[in-house]
């Protein structure tokens, strides 16, 4: 769609597209160093004092920075999630109960 067209992400409103897997050194981050490492460059490009070329990889590395900050997430409410079946056999989440 014309509207999903995006310069900078050209995969955005492609529902084929498969995305790419993460590199290690980033699946190997803690959520916390992730999201830290995240806020350092958006900080980096909200200065605009970096050239065009490490501009675009900074934001290329955000990107998949969020994705895996994203990925933890939401690993983090599946554990802290459970499946219920009502009696008419509908399926929804509640909270579950730790401790």
């Known amino acids: 769609m014309v509207?999903?067209?995006?310069?900078?992400?050209?995969?955005?409103?492609?529902?084929?597209?498969?995305?790419?897997?993460?590199?290690?050194?980033?699946?190997?981050?803690?959520?916390?160093?992730?999201?830290?490492?995240?806020?350092?460059?958006?900080?980096?490009?909200?200065?605009?004092?970096?050239k065009l070329d490490e501009a675009i990889s900074a934001y290329e590395r955000g990107a998949l920075l969020k994705r895996h900050c994203e990925q933890r997430l939401a690993e983090a409410r599946m554990k802290v999630e459970k499946i219920v079946f009502s009696a008419d056999g509908t399926v929804a989440t509640q909270p579950a109960e730790l401790g």
């Not at 897997?21 to 992730?34: G, H």
């Open 3 to 50: 509207g999903d067209y995006h310069p900078l992400d050209p995969l955005r409103g492609n529902k084929l597209a498969k995305e790419p897997t993460l590199p290690k050194d980033i699946a190997a981050l803690s959520f916390e160093d992730a999201l830290k490492e995240l806020e350092g460059i958006v900080q980096q490009l909200e200065r605009g004092q970096v």
